[in-house]
């Protein structure tokens, strides 16, 4: 169950471009989470024009302002940073932007506290998310216990379990051609987590590095 944000533009900049960041299909590092949520009155927001240049190109916004997302620029202070505060510890630069992408689970941005269940999600936009880790191209996708237990419940994404306790950091649920999905803490903990939190961001940075090394 969830509530669909009451915000008319927003919902246009998600029909248009369902994903934040780089394109997911151009990007080697793809980041999926539940749903994008946002405080009802956003558009009041001292950010919000930033915002929406953010959604219309994530890339360039990057390297217009130095920080991955408009929630980590010194006017904003409400929900959300936490979440791209800890993403940021793991040491993307702008000059990564575009090999950084976000996709959720929802098709749509929300409002309030979500509980989402299999019927809330959009066929066409899971096969989409599908086409995406079955493409077989160089591509680290990440996805938390909790979008892993909702693709897994989906019946579209199968091999979204663990098989076992592993020692990794960041374990490996799957993986097809030179594709690798594994699982990660959500970016939203704190406290007692930190640490694991900072050991992921270091393993991710490490596999940045290598991708980077590879690349032509």
């Known amino acids: 169950m969830y509530q ?4 008319t533009a927003l919902n246009a900049l998600f029909r248009e471009r369902p994903f934040q960041g780089a394109v997911p299909d151009q990007a080697q590092f793809l980041f999926i989470g539940l749903d ?3 405080a009802a009155a ?3 927001s001292l950010v919000y024009a930033r915002l ?3 959604h219309k190109d994530g890339v360039s916004f990057w390297h217009r302002h130095g920080v991955h997302h408009p929630f980590l620029l010194p006017a ?4 959300g940073r936490r979440y791209h505060l800890n993403f940021a510890r793991i040491g993307f630069r702008p000059e990564d932007a575009s090999r950084v992408s976000f996709v959720e689970l929802l098709h749509v941005p929300t409002v309030g506290r979500s509980t989402l269940e299999t019927s809330d999600l959009d066929p066409t936009h899971l096969k989409w998310l599908e086409s995406l880790i079955a493409s077989g191209k160089s591509r680290h996708v990440f996805v938390s216990a909790s979008v892993a ?6 019946g579209r994404f199968p091999w979204a379990t663990r098989s076992g306790p592993s020692s990794l950091a960041l374990p490996l649920l799957h993986s097809r051609g030179a594709t690798e999905v594994r699982l990660h803490l959500h970016f939203s903990n704190y406290g007692k987590f930190q640490a694991r939190l900072d050991q992921e961001a270091s393993e991710i940075y490490l596999l940045a590095k290598a991708a ?3 690349a032509p």
């Open 36 to 38: 994008a949520n946002y």
């Open 212 to 214: 980077a090394a590879e």
């Open 149 to 154: 237990r909702l693709m897994l419940a989906s």
């Open 42 to 44: 956003i558009e009041e």
């Open 76 to 79: 904003y202070r409400g929900d």
């Open 4 to 7: 669909k944000h009451p915000s």
């Open 52 to 54: 929406v240049e953010y």
